[in-house]
């Protein structure tokens, strides 16, 4: 049985001080960083795979968590710059999700 939903808490970065727009470029260069890593398992840059997949899987992961991290950093800035309920806009998110049929209500 799979679960419903993935449940993650990262922390808030307390030796930084993020802002909007380097959030959004560290955003990108964290998606960038997990595009670079699949598409070097997948061949993608002409090169031969040499790590075993529990290494490269290991490796999506850690980059995956690095997208993440910065996600739930933009959220802290949002939160506390703009005044913005990410709460509020977590349940609006789940909404359109089940009205775009990705998910059952």
């Given at each position: 049985?799979?679960?419903?939903?993935?449940?993650?808490?990262l922390p808030k970065l307390?030796?930084?001080?993020?802002?909007?727009?380097s959030t959004a470029l560290?955003?990108?260069?964290?998606?960038?960083?997990?595009?670079?890593?699949?598409?070097?398992?997948?061949?993608?840059?002409?090169?031969?795979?040499?790590?075993?997949?529990?290494?490269?899987?290991?490796?999506?992961?850690?980059?995956?968590?690095?997208?993440?991290?910065?996600?739930?950093?933009?959220?802290?800035?949002?939160?506390?710059?703009?005044?913005?309920?990410?709460?509020?806009?977590?349940?609006?998110?789940?909404?359109?999700?089940?009205?775009?049929?990705?998910?059952?209500?």
């Open positions: 049985m799979t679960k419903e939903y993935k449940s993650i808490s307390n030796n930084l001080e993020p802002n909007l727009e560290k955003l990108m260069e964290e998606a960038g960083e997990l595009a670079q890593v699949i598409g070097k398992f997948r061949g993608m840059n002409g090169e031969d795979v040499i790590m075993e997949h529990e290494e490269i899987y290991d490796k999506i992961s850690m980059e995956l968590l690095d997208v993440a991290q910065v996600a739930i950093s933009m959220m802290f800035v949002l939160e506390e710059k703009y005044d913005i309920d990410i709460d509020a806009k977590i349940s609006k998110h789940i909404e359109k999700l089940i009205k775009k049929g990705y998910m059952k209500g």
